[in-house]
């Protein structure tokens, strides 16, 4: 089981920091803008419940829950983003430690290459889809959203590691053709592009979130290889920390 | 010699298939987490991932 703790501790490391970072990072723009849409969220809300109250109470309900519990706003509401963003850094790490550590990554530079194909894959192949969105932007049916973004991360995974790491041509093609696969099936799009929330709000945080997330990774496949590096060197747990 | 050499291979092979099922059981856990974190549906959950569901450019709402 050696092998697997390494993968662990690796995982741990890499995603308890790169989500600190990220968190740090977030509260830079990504946050103000959340908060300054959620202005305009909530005014189209009241307003459109005045209109036809039933329908937009239980929408309202469905999409916000406004009668569950939420985090307190403050301090409360970013220590859980800050709680979440970490767990996303383990759970990512994970999966780029345990290639790591089949693959022999040792070299942070190595690291920081498998990090940009993490961000490709999870953040800019699905953000060419369904653009990164904000609070109160139109957007089509959740479930149907959420498959195809996760689809779209897998596929182009695969398709980056058939281009990448395969040997013949043929698997290369295959590659390509499982990265565009998503794009010609297109991501489900909402009924309406009418939105209460402005257009330059919503261009701002596009850029934010992907740069945010394009640091993130990079954080991420630096201190992964790192760590395996010195774990794979044979340093104990403790004389690792 | 030869023997000993077929036992050797023998045994970088079955190292190496533990070692695939531990990478492989690393990266599925890897997957759970991040859909029970970025994709679950209890409001709970959303609520406390909200910003960070924004942030990551996971769909939300």
Redesign the interface.
């Known amino acids: 089981?050696e092998?697997?703790k390494s993968?662990?501790l690796s995982?741990l490391l890499s995603g308890i920091v790169a989500g600190f970072a990220?968190t740090g990072l977030?509260t830079l723009k990504?946050?103000p803008l959340?908060f300054a849409a959620e202005v305009f969220e909530n005014a189209g809300q009241s307003e459109a419940g005045h209109a036809h109250d039933q329908v937009d109470k239980e929408a309202a309900a469905d999409?916000?829950?406004d009668d569950?519990?939420?985090?307190a706003d403050g301090a409360e509401?970013l220590l859980?983003?800050l709680?979440?963003?970490v767990?996303?850094g383990?759970?990512?790490?994970?999966?780029l430690?345990?290639?790591f550590?089949?693959r022999g990554v040792v070299d942070w530079r190595q690291g920081v290459i498998w990090g940009l194909a993490g961000f490709v894959a999870?953040?800019l192949a699905?953000?060419f889809g369904?653009?990164?969105?904000?609070?109160g932007m139109p957007?089509g049916d959740?479930l149907a959203?959420?498959t195809w973004?996760?689809a779209t991360a897998l596929l182009t995974a695969g398709g980056m590691a058939l281009i990448f790491l395969g040997t013949a041509m043929i698997w290369r093609l295959v590659g390509t053709a499982m990265i565009v696969l998503p794009h010609i099936y297109g991501a489900p799009h909402p009924a309406t592009m009418e939105s209460g929330v402005p257009a330059t709000l919503a261009a701002d945080?596009a850029t934010a979130?992907?740069a945010?997330?394009l640091v993130f990774w990079a954080i991420l496949g630096i201190l992964a290889a790192i760590a395996m590096a010195r774990l794979s060197r044979g340093d104990t747990a403790a004389e690792f920390v | 010699m030869a023997q000993v050499k077929v036992a050797d291979q023998r045994a970088v092979v079955e190292i190496k298939t533990t070692q695939v099922m531990q990478a492989g059981f690393a990266a599925l856990l890897g997957l759970a987490l991040f859909i029970g974190v970025a994709f679950s549906h209890p409001a709970a959950i959303h609520n406390a991932a909200h910003d960070s569901r924004h942030g990551v450019a996971a769909p939300c709402h």
């Open positions: 089981m092998f697997f993968i662990l995982a990220l977030q990504v946050y959340i999409h916000h829950a569950e519990w939420a985090p509401r859980y983003s709680l979440a963003n767990l996303l383990v759970a990512l790490g994970l999966v430690a345990a290639i550590a089949l999870v953040h699905p953000a369904l653009p990164p969105e904000l609070p957007a959740l959203r959420q973004w996760f945080f979130s992907l945010t997330n």
